[in-house]
C-alpha cells in the first residue's frame, strides 16, 4: 500500500526504549499545540495536546514538552512499542483566528524489533 | 461512536474533470476543515466551515470550494483538475471555532489525476 512520509526524516528506535520526536513551530503566536500519528492509509490520529500556558503534559505513555521561547515543541514516547510505528506530526494553531491548523514536516518513527 | 466519515475513499480523475468530496463530521462537532495532504508531506489547510459559514481559507485557487450544510456535513468541490492536484484529502471536525479542543480527523479520500 502506499506510505506517507516516503522522504521524511526518520527516527530508528529499539522497542522498549524511548522515543523523543522533535518539532520547530512558526508562529510566536500560536497558543494551541498538538502532535497526531499518521500511519499509511489512514488519516492523522490525535495523541495529545498542549495549550501555550503550559510547559509539559502527560499521557499514557506520552509527553508533550513546549518551549516558547526558542518555538520548540517535543513528544516523547515512553517504552516504544512496533505499534508505534508512524509518520509523527506535530501542528500549531491561534484559537483566536481562523482555527486553521499549520502542520511540521512529520517524523517517521521506526520500532526495530 | 463514528469517527469522522469520508467519501468515496479512493477517485481517479482525468485533467480539466470536476470532483466532489464528501464528509461527515463527529455528531455534535460544528466545525469543518478540509485539507490536502501531498505525499511526503503535512497536511496543508484548505478551508474551515463553522455554524455553516466560511471562517476560513488556505492560500489554494478559486477553482476549490466548499460548503457546510445544515446538518454540519460538508463537501469539497474541485474544478478544472490539475495533475499537481493529485493528493490525500483530509476532513476534520471539531466542537468549535476557537476552543482549544483538538480537530478529529477521517482517513481521507485519495484522488488521482491522470
Known amino acids: 500500500g502506499e506510505s506517507v512520509g516516503l522522504h521524511l526524516p526518520t527516527l530508528s528506535v529499539q522497542e522498549g526504549d524511548n522515543s523523543i520526536i522533535n518539532c520547530a513551530y512558526s508562529?510566536?503566536?500560536?497558543?494551541?499545540f498538538i502532535w497526531y500519528k499518521q500511519e499509511s492509509g489512514k488519516g492523522p490520529q490525535f495523541i495529545i495536546d498542549?495549550?501555550?500556558?503550559?510547559d509539559k503534559r502527560q499521557g499514557q505513555r506520552v509527553t508533550v514538552l513546549l518551549n516558547k521561547t526558542v518555538k520548540h515543541l517535543s513528544l516523547q514516547i515512553a517504552a516504544t512499542q512496533p505499534g508505534d510505528s508512524a509518520v509523527y506530526f506535530c501542528?500549531?494553531?491561534?484559537?483566536?483566528?481562523?482555527?486553521?491548523?499549520?502542520f511540521g514536516t512529520g517524523t517517521r518513527l521506526k520500532v526495530l524489533a | 461512536d463514528a469517527g469522522v466519515t469520508q467519501s468515496p475513499t479512493h477517485l481517479i480523475k482525468t485533467r480539466g474533470q470536476q470532483v466532489t468530496l464528501r464528509c461527515s463530521p463527529i455528531s455534535g462537532h460544528k466545525s469543518v476543515s478540509w485539507y490536502q495532504q501531498v505525499l511526503g508531506q503535512g497536511p496543508q489547510f484548505i478551508f474551515q466551515y463553522y455554524e455553516k459559514e466560511e471562517r476560513g481559507r488556505g492560500n489554494f485557487p478559486d477553482r476549490f470550494s466548499a460548503r457546510q450544510f445544515p446538518n454540519y456535513s460538508s463537501e469539497l468541490n474541485v474544478n478544472a483538475l490539475l495533475l499537481g492536484d493529485s493528493a490525500l484529502y483530509l476532513c476534520?471536525?471539531?466542537?468549535?471555532?476557537?476552543?482549544?479542543?483538538?480537530?478529529?480527523f477521517g482517513d481521507g479520500t485519495r484522488l488521482s489525476i491522470l
Open positions: 508562529n510566536s503566536a500560536s497558543d494551541y
Open positions: 501542528a500549531e494553531t491561534f484559537t483566536s483566528g481562523t482555527y486553521k491548523y499549520i
Open positions: 476534520a471536525s471539531s466542537l468549535g471555532q476557537g476552543v482549544n479542543q483538538p480537530q478529529h
Open positions: 498542549i495549550r501555550s500556558n503550559m
